[in-house]
């Protein structure tokens, strides 16, 4: 029932920016945290940031800690990933994901994802 759609993925050159969306639909059930996470071409799939419901707390991996910000408005069902300062490290295919509760940091612990944004940073 749950669904989760990323939009906003593209090319962009190195030091630049961009802002990746994601959009919630159907039926859910009480408050929920929402993730981002990003996996690169034969690695693992790693966690990227992440926001509780009230949009007060909110974590981030070393790598984007300074460069990324995510954010959330519950009135729109979505979750917004804010890159800059890109790096081409920071390629990779970008997830949204929903879990019920707080926010973790693994992506085990989500319970609903979207099918990813590509994201591709120039040198």
């Known amino acids: 029932q749950v669904q989760l759609v990323e939009s906003g993925g593209g090319l962009v050159q190195a030091g630049g920016s961009l802002r990746v969306s994601c959009v919630v639909s159907g039926r859910t059930f009480g408050s929920y945290a929402m993730a981002w996470f990003r996996q690169a071409p034969g690695k693992e799939r790693d966690f990227v940031a992440a926001i509780n419901w009230s949009g007060d707390t909110t974590y981030y991996a070393d790598p984007v800690k300074g460069r990324f910000t995510i954010s959330r408005d519950n009135v729109k069902n979505a979750v917004y990933l804010q890159m800059n300062t890109l790096k081409p490290e920071d390629t990779a295919v970008y997830y949204c994901?929903?879990?019920?509760?707080?926010?973790?940091?693994?992506?085990?612990?989500?319970?609903?994802w979207g099918q990813g944004t590509q994201v591709t940073v120039s040198s």
């Open positions: 994901a929903l879990r019920y509760g707080s926010a973790r940091d693994t992506r085990y612990e989500y319970n609903y």
